[in-house]
């Protein structure tokens, strides 16, 4: 999926403010014994981050899991109420209710055991030559089993109207390709720890002992060659290198298999070119993976396909599987309660129908008509910052400004639901609604193959407490599960507003011009509208705001990879800037003290307690090899470190922590 969220999380109700101040600001949170200048993250924070550890359920426990437990409270009592049996239940009722049921009864799940899986799994194992494997192939993709590449559809990046069958890298397990290839003492270890875990699994599957480990050190071979063949993330971002369109012809070049076969046997329409986003990656996979026989595609299958279901299968599997993906990976010490799992496999599988009812109880024409207020500001301040750049010509600033009126801005909830009156769901089946969900968006993803591009479409579910900018739709949107308290409050201080809220628009709106967004107009097209000198102008800041995210250690030995995590260190940093301008357009120098601070600080404050946050080391870890996103505290630390503005409003002086001598800025 091409879009930039605002953090890699995935999961409200109106609240009363967050603290007895009178600004609304959570003063309780923050810990004044710290000097501002020295850590604000700390002296904003501190409190909070001394009083919530991470829940043993989470890896993870901040600002926006808190609003994310929240929300998922009003979600269960929608789905609770829709699942009770009566007469004249609607029908998107009894499709919630019923697939929450059914993910409920771990009685029935337990008692028919591996049975739903099995048909699959003899399959897989009757397999005896090439043919019968692509076969097997078209089925696992259709069911949505994510083996050996991923096909699907999405706008052409160079004509953004029309959306293209498109084949990408994929089918690994381990979060990231390093995972295989990395020799360090602590890559070695999870290497082993994922084998005695894929064992495990191929034990409870029924193999013997002997047949498991074999089984399990083939996938680790086979995914550690996909793995070889597969682009690291950084130079995946890069929407340049991800382009290339090529004949089927070409294609069958690159790989000698039945493409023909496998396109029409998973559903896509008919059509002539693709893009190929990696043609290295398919043409070393068709090279390297094994050929001459079909025994270690067998346990490659079979794992993936124990792998996704591990959700629906008997609790052995599912402990098993938190054992290895949650408490070893991301250091979770107990699986999240069923009901709240269960909520999130309603929302993930069926989220439109869920969207409809929680924006009934959870969003209101007020909240949308106060929020288009706020966009409207940041895009008039985000203008204003754009024509102030010393930095840039008139004719690149004149091309920006018509990409930021072109920029689409969706608040709540999508124009359109989707339909989801063809999957059948049944009370006592999770194993089958699951599959028939699956399979369902999948259909529905390839059946966009060949057709205009709908650019209204959301690409997150409407409680989720996040927002997104789509580079090839040019939208910034922000679903009503994040539209509250702490970061947006109508009743509270407009400072805090536009610190928090302010901030996270600003932040999306400015990765339209992110390293990445860039290279996108104002129509969502890739296509250069810098400058020569512009452009490596605007390489150069971005160079120094990726040295200085390297810099910061997220734990141990491991840093941030400031590459990584550019786009989205540049959107906090012209975001927080553009906010503020807006409050300051807004406050015309109407100063007022609330609760002892001024205005900027309260909106800095405001900025700084979104970002409270608390993760395990492990967490931490896999969050710097993976994620786009900074940890909280260098969100926070590593934006005002370069803003003036802010080491203004603290009187912070030359030489503190809080001011770089070396100071960034792009937007
Ligand atoms: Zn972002």
């Known amino acids: 999926m091409n879009y930039r969220p605002l953090l890699a999380l995935f999961a409200l109700p109106v609240l009363a403010l967050a603290a007895d101040s009178a600004s609304g600001l959570d003063t309780a949170?923050?810990?004044?014994?710290?000097?501002?200048?020295?850590?604000?993250?700390?002296?904003?924070?501190?409190?909070?981050?001394?009083?919530?550890?991470?829940?043993?359920?989470?890896?993870?426990w901040g600002r926006f899991t808190e609003l994310n437990d929240r929300n998922e409270k009003v979600l269960l009592d929608i789905i609770q109420g829709a699942a009770v049996e009566r007469p004249g239940r609607s029908a998107l009722d009894q499709k919630i209710g019923d697939f929450f049921t059914s993910c409920m009864d771990t009685a029935a799940i337990n008692k028919k055991g591996l049975a739903p899986l099995q048909p699959e799994l003899d399959r897989i194992n009757a397999m005896s030559n090439r043919e019968e494997v692509l076969v097997e192939l078209v089925r696992l993709h259709r069911r949505g089993v994510g083996v050996l590449f991923s096909f699907g559809a999405q706008p052409d990046a160079k004509d953004s109207t029309r959306t293209i069958a498109s084949l990408g890298q994929g089918g690994l397990s381990l979060p990231d390709r390093d995972y295989y290839l990395k020799t360090d003492p602590k890559s070695v270890e999870t290497r082993q720890r994922y084998v005695e875990h894929m064992k495990k699994m191929f034990r409870l599957a029924g193999d013997s002992p002997e047949n498991a480990a074999a089984k399990a050190q083939t996938v680790l071979d086979f995914e550690t060659t996909i793995a070889k063949a597969s682009a690291d993330r950084v130079s995946m971002r890069d929407p340049n290198k991800r382009y290339h369109?090529?004949?089927?012809?070409?294609l069958q070049a690159l790989a000698p298999w039945d493409w023909e076969g496998y396109f029409k046997g998973v559903g896509a329409p008919a059509f002539e070119t693709l893009n190929v986003s990696g043609p290295d990656f398919i043409k070393q996979i068709a090279a390297t993976l094994p050929t001459d026989t079909v025994n270690p595609w067998q346990a490659y299958f079979t794992w993936h396909l124990l792998r996704q279901a591990a959700a629906q299968l008997p609790e052995a599997f599912e402990n098993e599987s938190f054992d290895f993906w949650q408490r070893y990976l991301t250091g979770a010490k107990e699986p999240r309660p069923r009901s709240a799992r269960c909520v999130a496999v309603v929302d993930r599988s069926l989220g439109d129908l869920l969207g409809q009812k929680y924006i009934e109880v959870a969003f209101g024409p007020d909240a949308k008509a106060q929020i288009g207020q706020l966009v409207d500001a940041l895009d008039k301040a985000l203008g204003k910052d754009i024509q102030g750049l010393p930095w840039m010509t008139d004719t690149t600033k004149?091309?920006?400004?018509?990409?930021l009126k072109a920029i689409t801005n969706n608040v709540g909830y999508p124009k359109k639901w989707r339909d989801y009156s063809k999957v059948t769901v049944a009370r006592d089946d999770l194993f089958g609604n699951s599959l028939r969900a699956a399979e369902a968006i999948q259909q529905d993803r390839l059946q966009r193959i060949g057709k205009p591009t709908d650019k209204t479409?959301?690409?997150?579910?409407?409680?989720?407490?996040?927002?997104?900018?789509?580079?090839?739709?040019?939208?910034?949107?922000?679903?009503?599960?994040?539209?509250?308290?702490p970061f947006f409050d109508p009743r509270r201080d407009i400072a805090l507003n536009y610190g928090a809220a302010g901030m996270v628009i600003g932040h999306e709106m400015t990765h339209g011009f992110d390293d990445q967004g860039r290279k996108f107009d104002g129509d969502g097209n890739l296509r250069d509208w810098w400058t020569p000198k512009d452009g490596a102008e605007f390489e150069k800041r971005v160079a120094c705001v990726a040295d200085e995210y390297s810099g910061f250690t997220a734990v141990d030995d491991v840093k941030l990879n400031g590459r990584l995590t550019l786009g989205e260190n540049t959107a906090d940093n012209g975001g927080l800037r553009v906010a503020l301008m807006a409050l300051q357009d807004t406050l015309k120098g109407k100063e007022s003290l609330l609760d002892g601070f001024t205005p900027e600080q309260r909106f800095f404050l405001g900025f700084a307690q979104i970002w409270c946050e608390n993760s395990t080391p492990q967490s931490e870890r896999q969050q710097a090899l993976t994620n786009p996103h900074s940890p909280g505290r260098y969100r926070v630390d590593g934006t005002l470190q370069n803003m003036p503005e802010f080491q203004k409003a603290f009187s912070c002086k030359a030489g503190q922590p809080m001011v770089s001598s070396n100071a960034c800025r792009v937007w």
């Open 29 to 60: 949170a923050m810990n004044k014994s710290v000097d501002p200048c020295v850590d604000f993250h700390q002296y904003a924070c501190g409190n909070w981050i001394a009083h919530n550890p991470v829940p043993a359920d989470r890896a993870r």
């Open 245 to 250: 369109i090529l004949s089927k012809q070409e």
């Open 398 to 403: 004149k091309a920006a400004l018509d990409k």
């Open 457 to 485: 479409e959301w690409s997150m579910t409407t409680p989720t407490v996040n927002a997104f900018y789509s580079p090839q739709n040019n939208s910034i949107n922000f679903p009503a599960g994040i539209l509250q308290s």
